[in-house]
């Protein structure tokens, strides 16, 4: 089992900066892939971004996000963050991260097995 665990939602303005952190701990040596998702008020729950624990680190975002947002992680602490930019109140939603034990994917959320419970953030105009 992993558990995971995040931190560092809140309320900002428009056009401010927000970084999410995620701590996982468990049997976290079978995961793949560590994401980010995120779901709006109304909207169904979307990718956001994602990055391969092993190897080069690859990463993958969200054509909405691109650019704004930036995925990292900390091998040593087994945390993974995600910086936010520029962030528009459409970004508003509770932010989830989640852990894939076979491949990394925004566009579907199949592939992860665990989540963790979530942390809102929320941005005004």
């Known amino acids: 089992q992993v558990q995971l665990v995040e931190s560092g939602g809140g309320s900002v303005q428009a056009g401010e900066s927000l970084t999410l952190s995620c701590a996982a701990s468990?049997?976290?040596?079978?995961?793949?892939?560590m994401g980010w998702f995120r779901q709006g008020p109304g909207k169904e729950r979307e990718g956001v971004a994602a990055?391969?624990?092993?190897?080069?680190?690859?990463?993958f975002y969200a054509e909405s996000v691109k650019g704004r947002f930036n995925i990292y992680q900390d091998k040593t602490k087994n945390t993974v963050s995600l910086q936010m930019n520029r962030l528009k109140p459409e970004d508003t939603a509770k932010y989830y991260c989640?852990?894939?034990?076979?491949?990394?994917?925004?566009?579907?959320?199949?592939?992860?097995?665990?989540w963790g419970q979530g942390t809102q953030v929320t941005v005004s105009s």
């Open positions: 990055i391969y624990r092993l190897g080069a680190g690859n990463t």
């Open positions: 989640a852990a894939s034990v076979s491949w990394c994917s925004v566009t579907s959320d199949d592939e992860y097995a665990y």
């Open positions: 468990g049997s976290t040596d079978g995961t793949i892939c």
